[in-house]
């Protein structure tokens, strides 16, 4: 299977990442917009309206691969603070306290900032720009 899906590694981690990135995005929608839901919103200068804040930018950054590494980083350290602070003093095990979601994104989330956002993105348009630039000057 890796031979095979192994080509395809740079495509695939650009759909996992625009992904990823799109539905946090949505999180921070249905706190700041109540989209999708039921219309209710958090307040903007509130614990919540800051991790909506993130969310919703932070998401489409990562989705579209602006300073992702910088984005996903942040994003992970939102969700590692929500869930020590909303899920496991409810207990620690993260399918029993409903903070699986936290702990996935959590990781995902560091993983991209480790790795950057790959192709697909204006992160890797922006380091091909500066390559062509650099090359030219050394000529």
């Known amino acids: 299977m890796e031979r095979f899906l192994g080509n395809y590694s740079p495509h695939l981690f650009a759909v ?10 949505m999180h921070g929608t249905q706190k700041l917009f109540g989209w999708p839901g039921d219309g209710n919103t958090v ?5 919540m309206g800051l991790a909506g ?7 489409l950054m990562i ?20 869930f020590f602070m909303a899920h496991a003093p409810q207990g620690w095990n993260p399918l ?4 699986e979601k936290a702990v996935l994104y959590c ?13 697909w993105s204006f992160d890797a348009a922006r380091k091909k720009g500066s390559r062509h630039e650099a090359v030219a000057h050394h000529r």
Do not use: T
């Open 16 to 25: 996992l990442r625009i992904v990823a990135g799109l539905m946090f995005a």
């Open 63 to 82: 989705a579209f691969g602006i300073f992702a590494s910088w984005a996903a980083f942040i994003a992970s350290g939102q969700m590692a603070v929500a």
């Open 53 to 59: 804040i993130i969310e919703f930018v932070g998401g």
């Open 43 to 47: 307040d903007l200068v509130s614990m």
């Open 96 to 99: 029993e306290n409903e903070g």
């Open 107 to 119: 990781f995902l989330f560091l993983y991209i900032a480790a790795h950057g956002a790959g192709i």
